[in-house]
């Protein structure tokens, strides 16, 4: 997929080549595509994905992990192109709110935008969480903490909570580039044990204290098992899709990039095509390193660390806890992320549908340095505030908040994918506002069947979530669009401003890109 920009040196409205000068919303101009990268990439934390999420997936499909993580990044590679092309048109920091906006209407872009805004909420709770469960098992591991109580995760994801704030109230410049440091260096440790047990399944030197000594190249995992319906491979699409998510979160930095036309999308599609190759690749590994027979499979479930099982095993015990606190600082980076995009979502919605659009205030506020705090304030309040009600009403450990708010979290974001996706034939396709062959139109078509089937598939039929806590996952992530809804139905002005507000910016962009 080849992206193309209306003008090859454009930059956007409001660009400040130097100096970081404030775009027109109050945030300043000063990030690199790397940094864009860098916020997408955490947001995304394939070190922690990659130790944590795959478990989900062989509860459903058994053997078949890396069959559904090739399934998700296909579809992720197909909703990549919607994303593409909106951000090579628009330019705000309301992401999937500007971009369903300006193309479906104010009112279906005030709602996604909302779904948005909890899917980030949900994901906050999931990374935070992540970070305490890898925080507590590392510091159990070296001693430092022989006997954690039981609250101890919720401890230190509250930590996570409070250093993600305090970083996203700093200049954006600063915090993407600790992101982009920290999962790079970490994703670079799993590449290297991935490699070795790798190495050491093909030549078949399996260690004899390996979770399966009897292992080795299997090709298998790539088949749906005996006795799987190859529809249930869609169930564990779901954890697929949350190990990917956040690919998309660049797009909410559209008014902070120096050249926002070409680094957004180059940021977004690269992004997208590092997680299909690394998630399909590592899950391959990981899944043949356990066996892919039924005690392997049943190995692999109940690990806590896959990696740091296999860094333990095939190479040496410190491996693991070094892994083990990887993860833990994979996990901080996303939940930093996650209060970024979430914190720019609502200010976003809170200038576009202010009275008085010229007088920034409350939500709709920006410090010196450019960085919209109240909001960021307000979004970490809500991440903790589901944690606290899942530990103290539902006896919650933090394992559960996990599992619980990431599969809320991509139900809701699928729903977002597939209102974006949808603006984005509008825009190419109905209204041409780009250059772009017409036959492009197989590939955002492509990526509505796939979300379609795959939300059909983990709703209906629905006595699938019929025991336990899952019955109610997509009860909650009903509720939050339903909300978002109802808000829009129930006060039309903000529909009306947001419009307004989605016109001017539309118009300020071609303004800038004719007055070049």
Not at 60 to 85: D, H, K, M, N
Not at 207 to 216: F, R
Not at 459 to 466: L, S
Request: proline share 6%.
């Amino acid at each position: 997929m080849a992206i193309t920009t209306p003008r090859p040196d454009d930059a956007g409205p409001g660009t400040a080549e130097a100096g970081g000068l404030p775009g027109p919303g109050g945030l300043r101009r000063t990030l690199s595509v790397w940094q864009a990268v860098g916020l997408s990439v955490a947001l995304m934390a394939p070190s922690m994905a990659a130790n944590i999420n795959p478990q989900g997936t062989a509860g459903t499909v058994g053997r078949a992990v890396p069959l559904a993580f090739l399934l998700a990044a296909i579809g992720v590679l197909l909703v990549a192109y919607g994303f593409v092309r909106l951000c090579q048109y628009f330019q705000h920091a309301g992401s999937v709110y500007a971009f369903v906006g300006a193309t479906l209407g104010p009112r279906t872009g005030l709602a996604s935008g909302f779904g948005l805004l909890g899917t980030y909420v949900f994901y906050g709770v999931v990374t935070s969480s992540a970070t305490g469960i890898f925080g507590t098992a590392f510091l159990q591991a070296v001693g430092i903490w022989p006997n954690p109580p039981s609250w101890a995760p919720f401890l230190l994801a509250g930590v996570a909570l409070l250093g993600a704030l305090a970083l996203t109230i700093a200049p954006a410049k600063r915090g993407t580039t600790v992101l982009l440091t920290v999962e790079g260096l970490t994703v670079l440790l799993i590449l290297v044990v991935s490699a070795i047990v790798l190495v050491r399944l093909v030549s078949g030197s399996v260690p004899a204290g390996a979770p399966s000594p009897d292992a080795g190249l299997d090709l298998s995992v790539f088949t749906v098992p005996p006795g799987t319906e190859t529809s249930a491979v869609f169930l564990g699409v779901v954890f697929g899709f949350l190990s990917f998510a956040g690919f998309e979160a660049a797009a909410t930095l559209g008014e902070e990039a120096r050249n926002p036309r070409r680094d957004i999308p180059r940021a977004i599609l690269g992004t997208a095509v590092f997680g299909g190759v690394y998630f399909v690749v590592v899950t391959a590994i990981e899944m043949m390193a356990f066996g892919t027979d039924e005690a392997g499979v049943q190995s692999f479930i109940a690990s806590p660390s896959l990696l740091g099982d296999l860094g333990s095993s095939y190479i040496a015990g410190w491996v693991g806890d070094v892994i083990t606190l990887g993860a833990a600082i994979s996990a901080f980076g996303s939940c930093l992320a996650c209060v970024v995009g979430a914190a720019r979502l609502t200010f976003a919605f809170a200038r576009d549908t202010a009275r008085n659009p010229g007088r920034a205030s409350g939500l709709a506020a920006t410090t010196a340095a450019g960085t919209p705090a109240l909001a960021a304030i307000v979004v970490t309040a809500a991440m903790a505030l589901v944690q606290l009600v899942c530990a103290v009403f539902f006896d919650a450990e933090a394992f559960d908040t996990f599992l619980w708010s990431g599969t809320i979290g991509t139900l809701i974001l699928l729903v977002a994918y597939l209102l974006t996706t949808v603006g984005a034939i509008r825009l190419v396709f109905v209204q041409r506002k780009l250059a772009v062959p017409r036959w492009q139109v197989v590939i955002p078509v492509l990526a509505l069947v796939v979300l379609g089937y795959t939300i059909g598939r983990n709703v209906a039929p629905y006595p699938a979530y019929a025991d336990g806590p899952a019955f109610w996952f997509p009860i909650v992530a009903g509720l939050w669009l339903l909300v978002g809804v109802v808000a829009v139905l129930a006060a039309p002005a903000l529909a009306q401003r947001a419009g307004a507000a989605l016109t001017a910016a539309e118009l300020g962009g071609l303004e800038a890109v004719d007055s070049r």
